[in-house]
C-alpha cells in the first residue's frame, strides 16, 4: 500500500502531471473512437472514484480533500471527466452517422414540439434536484471559518481561490504581470475572439470531432491541461511556500527544493563566453530580446508560410491574431519546460523596470 | 312503456369544488386561460405568463433534450437566483466593517435557527461557477457560438469573468484569514499592471519631470482596495460591488443573453 502510495506521490510531480495530460489528450483525440466507448467512461469514473474512496484513508490526503472549499474542485474533476467524454462520445456517434451518408442526430430530431411539458418540466426537475443537491451539500458540509483576519500573521502557503489557482500557478513561470494581468487579460480576448476567427462553418448547431479537428483539440488542450488541470494542481499538490507536495505527502513546511534556476543572460555571457555580465541591462539581455521578438514577430511570418492553407482559408488579419494567440497560450508550457530542461529563471530579466519575462 | 331519462351522474365533490374555484372572480384574475392541457391552451400559457415567456411555444425535439444543452444555462441562471435570494437573507445580518463583519458570521453560524443560509450561499457560488464553466464548455463542443451567436458568446464570456468576479469578491467578506489572505494574494497581482501598477513595467516611465505618477497609492491595486493592502476601504468597496454593482451588471447582461438566443433563432440546430 505504502509501495503504491509512494508510486502516485511520484506520479504527481509537476512535471509528469503536466506531460500525463498532454499525453491522456492526445490520446483522448487519436483514439477517440475506443474512449466514446461507455466502458471507458463509466470506467473513469469508477476508477476516480475508487482513488478518492482509497484516498480518504490517508491521513494527509483527507486533510487537503476534504477541505470545505476543496470538496467543490472534487465535483469539477468528476464533472469535467466525465462531459469531456459524454462530449467527444456524442460527437464520434455524429461522425459516425454522417459517415454512413445520415444526418447527425440533432437534424433527425429536428420536428418541433411543445414547451409545455416538454421544457417546462424538464426544468422543473433540474431545478428541483438542483435544489436538493444544495440542500443536502448545505447540511452536510459546514461553511469554513477561520481565526479573523489578522495581517500580521500570513498563512503558509496562502492561496488565492480555488478558481484562479491555474493563475497562481502560472506565477512559478512567470512573474506577476504576466501571469496575474496580461495573461488573465489574452485568455478573455482570446475566448472572445473564437467565433471571429473561427471561419469553419461546419458543425455550427451539433456534436461532431471530425469536422472540428483542430478547433476543438486545441480548446481542449486551454481548458483542460491548462485551465482545468493546473487548478488540480494547485489545489491538491502545492503546498507551504507553494513546494509541490504529491497527493498523500505530509506539508511540511520545512521541505527544501534547491533553487538553482538561472537567467539566460547568465547562460549566454558567463557559461557560454565566459565573460562578466555587461554593466548596461540592453547589452546584457540582448539575446533574450532577440529571442522574444523571434518569437512574437519572425514565428508568425513562420506559421503562415507552413500554413499556407489555413493562411489563406482565414485570410491575413485572422491568421495573425490566432497565431499570436495561440503563441502567447503556448508560452506557458514553453516556459514550462525551459525551466524543466535548462532551470532557466527568465528569457529577458530587467528587474530595473520589472520586466522580466 | 317507461319514459327514458338521461341522468347526469353527480359530481364528485372535489371536482366540483375545483369547478367552483377557477371560475371564482380571483382565480380568472389570475390565470387567463385553462390549464396547457390543449394546443391552444400551450400557446397561451407561453404567451401570457412573464415567467414562460422567455420560452418560445415550441421547439425543435433536439434542443430539448438533456443530451444536448446538459441544461447548464438554465442551471447557471437558477443558481444566480438562488444566490441572490440568499444573499438578501444574509444582508440582514451582515455588516461590513471590520469591527462586526467576522463577529457577524460567527454570530449567523451560532445564533441562527436552522442556519444553512451561508452554506447554501457558498456552495452556491462556488457551483455557479461549475456550471458556467460547463455551460460554456457545451457552447463550444456543439459550435453554438458561430454565426449568427458571435455576439452572444462575447456576451457569455463577459458574464464568466463577473461570475468569477462575484466569486471573488464575496470570498472577502467573511474577514476571516482565509479571506483575506486569498484576496490578498489575488489583487497582489494589480500590483504588477504593466504602466498602471507601480510594480509593473513602464510604470516608471508615467512621471512628470521628477514627479512619479503611479505610487503605490494611486495605482491599479488601490483602485481594486481602496487602500494599499486589504482593509476597511476594500472590505467597502468588495461588499458594495458584490452585493450591488456586479449583480446589476450580470442581471442586465443575462437579459440581453436570454434575449438574443431567442432572436439569434432560438436553441442552436444544424443548419
Ligand atoms: C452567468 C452565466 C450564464 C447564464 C446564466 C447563461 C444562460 C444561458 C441559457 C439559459 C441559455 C439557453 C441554452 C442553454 O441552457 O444551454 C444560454 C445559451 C447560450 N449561452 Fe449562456 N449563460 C451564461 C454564460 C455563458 C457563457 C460563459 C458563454 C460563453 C462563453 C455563453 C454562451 C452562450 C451561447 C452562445 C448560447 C446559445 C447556445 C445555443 O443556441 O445553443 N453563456 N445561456
Known amino acids: 500500500m505504502d509501495l503504491i502510495k509512494a508510486f502516485i506521490n511520484l506520479f504527481a510531480d509537476p512535471r509528469l502531471f503536466f506531460v500525463m495530460s498532454v499525453v491522456a489528450l492526445a490520446v483522448i483525440v487519436w483514439k477517440r473512437e475506443l474512449f466514446s466507448k461507455d466502458a471507458v467512461g463509466y470506467g473513469m469514473l469508477g476508477f476516480l472514484a475508487v482513488f478518492f474512496g482509497f484516498g480518504l484513508f490517508d491521513e494527509n490526503f483527507r486533510l487537503i480533500v476534504v477541505k470545505p472549499d476543496n470538496v467543490p474542485i472534487v465535483a469539477l474533476i468528476f464533472l469535467v471527466v466525465f462531459f469531456t467524454w459524454y462530449s467527444i462520445r456524442e460527437g464520434v456517434l455524429n461522425d459516425r452517422r454522417i459517415a454512413a451518408g445520415d444526418d447527425p442526430i440533432e437534424k433527425q430530431e429536428s420536428d418541433r414540439v411543445w414547451v409545455w411539458p416538454d421544457l417546462v418540466y424538464t426544468e422543473l426537475i433540474a431545478l428541483i434536484l438542483c435544489t436538493a443537491i444544495l440542500i443536502v451539500w448545505s447540511v452536510g458540509l459546514e461553511a469554513p471559518l477561520e481565526q479573523p483576519a489578522n495581517p500580521a500573521n500570513t498563512p503558509n502557503p496562502s492561496k488565492a481561490p480555488w478558481y484562479f489557482l491555474g493563475l497562481q500557478e502560472m506565477l512559478v513561470y512567470f512573474d506577476p504581470w504576466l501571469a496575474g494581468v496580461v495573461l488573465p487579460s489574452l485568455i478573455i480576448v482570446g475566448l472572445m475572439a473564437i467565433p471571429y476567427v473561427d471561419t469553419n462553418p461546419k458543425g455550427n448547431g451539433y456534436y461532431t470531432f471530425r469536422e472540428r479537428k483542430v478547433e476543438i483539440t486545441i480548446f481542449l488542450f486551454g481548458f483542460l491541461v491548462l485551465w482545468s488541470s493546473l487548478i488540480v494542481l494547485g489545489t491538491f499538490l502545492r503546498g507551504p511556500n507553494w513546494n509541490f507536495f504529491g497527493p498523500f505527502e505530509y506539508w511540511d513546511i520545512h521541505k527544501l527544493e534547491p533553487l538553482t534556476n538561472v537567467q539566460l543572460s547568465d547562460f549566454i555571457w558567463v557559461r557560454m563566453l565566459g565573460q562578466p555580465l555587461p554593466e548596461h541591462w540592453f547589452i546584457r539581455e540582448v539575446f533574450g530580446i532577440i529571442l522574444t521578438l523571434a518569437y512574437v514577430a519572425v514565428l508568425p511570418p513562420l506559421l503562415a508560410r507552413m500554413f499556407r492553407r489555413y493562411y489563406e482559408k482565414l485570410g491575413a488579419t485572422r491568421f495573425y491574431v490566432t497565431a499570436m494567440l495561440f503563441l502567447m497560450m503556448l508560452s506557458l508550457p514553453v516556459k514550462m519546460l525551459t525551466r524543466w530542461i535548462f532551470n532557466l529563471k527568465y528569457v529577458v530579466s530587467i528587474p530595473e523596470f520589472f520586466f522580466n519575462i | ?271
Open chain 2, 1 to 271: 312503456m317507461a319514459q327514458t331519462e338521461t341522468v347526469q351522474p353527480k359530481e364528485a365533490l372535489l371536482v366540483r369544488c375545483w369547478n367552483w374555484l377557477t371560475e371564482t372572480q380571483i382565480w380568472t384574475s389570475v390565470f387567463r386561460h385553462a390549464a396547457p392541457i390543449n394546443d391552444r391552451n400551450r400557446v397561451l400559457v407561453m404567451l401570457s405568463n412573464v415567467f414562460l415567456h422567455l420560452h418560445p411555444v415550441r421547439l425543435k425535439k433536439h434542443g430539448v433534450r438533456l443530451r444536448y444543452t446538459w441544461c447548464m444555462g438554465g442551471l447557471s441562471f437558477f443558481l444566480f437566483l438562488v444566490l441572490t435570494f440568499t444573499g438578501l437573507l444574509l444582508m440582514f445580518y451582515y455588516r461590513p466593517t471590520l469591527e462586526y463583519a467576522y463577529s457577524d458570521i460567527v454570530g449567523l453560524r451560532e445564533h441562527v435557527p436552522l442556519g444553512i443560509m451561508r452554506e447554501m450561499h457558498r456552495w452556491g457560488a462556488h457551483a455557479m461557477v461549475i456550471t458556467v464553466w460547463l455551460h460554456m464548455f457545451r457552447v463550444f463542443m456543439t459550435g453554438s457560438y458561430k454565426p449568427p451567436r458571435e455576439f452572444n458568446w462575447n456576451i457569455g464570456v463577459i458574464m464568466l469573468v463577473l461570475t468569477l468576479l462575484l466569486s471573488f469578491t464575496g470570498y472577502l467578506l467573511p474577514w476571516d484569514q482565509l479571506a483575506i489572505w486569498a484576496i490578498t494574494v489575488g489583487s497582489n497581482m494589480a500590483r504588477a499592471t504593466p504602466f498602471l501598477g507601480h510594480e509593473g513595467p513602464g510604470a516608471a516611465l508615467l512621471a512628470l519631470g521628477d514627479v512619479q505618477l503611479i505610487h503605490a497609492a494611486d495605482d491599479a491595486r488601490f483602485a481594486l482596495l481602496g487602500g494599499t493592502f486589504v482593509g476597511e476601504g476594500a472590505l467597502l468597496r468588495f461588499y458594495v460591488l458584490h452585493c450591488v454593482g456586479l449583480p446589476l451588471v450580470i442581471g442586465f447582461l443575462m437579459a440581453v443573453h436570454f434575449w438574443r438566443v431567442r432572436k439569434d433563432g432560438g436553441i442552436s440546430g444544424p443548419l
